[in-house]
């Protein structure tokens, strides 16, 4: 089914709900990182730009109850900033109040309602909630794929009212750039993967083993293959009802010619903290555990990659939020993002957090802005508010 982008909808005159993911993080009321608000500007610049008005809507964080604390008050200040132009606050996403000060607004003026999650009935995809949600709006558009794996009154519910409905332009790119990865992919294919559980990368290994030609695995993750292997692992951490599992993985790839690199050598320590004492091992030793790989997997992993023309990327090679671990990941990250002939795709989340801040981190073909929403299309799962705006 089609879905089409945002520049198809004739939008002179129409009022148009936004669905934007500005699900930042807030320090003492303040933005201390606008990056998911600035990848949303090109497609709300494209709305107010062909004359019409921008309702623009989101959460903030998991609010139990009505709270200033989640307000999207700063939000709309940035907004105010960054366009050029007032974007007012409504008290609410729906009623009255905010259904008047929608219908005030003329061409090109933007409003952003308040934070959808102050509703329940948000979360449930209540079918009322979404009616109230569409009344007064001619068009939706969603340019929110970090929220698109949920079936939200706003990312699904919302479509059936809008029959005009597209995508924005962060969405048409992190769709494209995914779909880069498992539709026909440029050989050779690597995918690296990292974090802390094989359990939530299960449904990705499957999904991507009939298309990669190796998987190089790191992170806290990679003990519990070692340990599938009869390696000793020390106190790494280890998923133990998940062992077998990971055995009956390696042999599915060795079945398909997929190469499994798993790391040879570790940092370690006798806990995840900073300033700990660290050492580089082949064997952990027993009071030990694994929280980055060693020099020599680096190596390794970098020479896997460089014959690769396509690369995906999902989850940290170690414990990254301490400097002490951080090295394995942005060593890697650093090789691959300076393989300019290779298509380099991240999946969000920790991923895109680890390498944040880094020159080197613009060089990558695309970092995703969606953590569950990413490795859910790379499961090959269907992601409810991309169904919601087919036609």
Not at 136 to 146: C, E, I, S
Not at 182 to 199: H, W
């Amino acid at each position: 089914m089609a879905i089409l982008p945002v520049t198809a909808l004739d939008l002179e005159g129409q009022r148009v709900l936004v669905r934007c993911d500005f699900n930042v993080p807030l320090a003492e009321g303040k933005i201390s990182d606008p990056a998911r608000i600035d990848a949303s500007l090109p497609t709300i610049r494209y709305i107010l730009d062909a004359g019409a008005i921008a309702v623009l809507c989101s959460h903030l964080g998991r609010p139990k109850e009505r709270s200033p604390q989640f307000s999207l008050k700063p939000v709309a200040e940035y907004l105010s900033a960054a366009l050029g132009r007032k974007v007012a606050l409504a008290p609410d996403c729906i009623g009255d109040v905010t259904g008047r000060m929608i219908a005030a607004l003329k061409p090109g003026d933007a409003i952003l309602l308040e934070n959808l999650r102050f509703h329940a009935e948000e979360e449930a995809n209540d079918r009322d909630f979404a009616h109230e949600l569409a009344r007064g709006k001619t068009a939706y558009v969603n340019d929110a794929f970090g929220s698109a794996h949920r079936a939200h009154a706003s990312t699904a519910g919302v479509a059936k009212f809008l029959p005009e409905r597209a995508a924005g332009f962060l969405m048409i790119r992190e769709l494209e750039a995914l779909r880069a990865v498992t539709e026909n992919p440029a050989r050779p294919m690597v995918a690296i993967l990292g974090g802390a559980k094989v359990s939530d990368k299960i449904g990705l290994i499957k999904n991507l083993l009939p298309r990669v030609d190796a998987i190089l695995i790191g992170g806290a993750m990679a003990y519990t293959f070692l340990r599938a292997q009869d390696i000793a692992v020390g106190r790494s951490r280890v998923e133990e009802d998940k062992v077998a599992l990971a055995r009956e993985l390696l042999a599915e790839a060795e079945k398909k010619g997929v190469a499994i690199v798993l790391p040879s050598d570790h940092v370690v320590a006798s806990a995840p903290e900073a300033g700990a004492m660290t050492q580089t091992v082949g064997e952990i030793p027993a009071d030990m555990m694994g929280l980055d790989i060693g020099p020599a997997t680096i190596e390794r992993f970098k020479a896997a990659l460089a014959p690769a023309k396509t690369v995906v990327w999902n989850g940290p090679l170690g414990f990254f939020e301490i400097a002490e671990f951080a090295r394995g990941t942005l060593a890697v990250g650093e090789a691959l993002a300076n393989q300019s002939a290779t298509k380099s795709i991240l999946g969000g989340g920790d991923t895109a957090a680890a390498v944040a801040g880094h020159e080197w981190a613009a060089r990558f073909t695309h970092i995703s802005t969606g953590g569950g929403a990413t490795l859910e299309f790379l499961e090959g799962r269907e992601l409810p508010g991309v169904k919601a705006l087919e036609r």
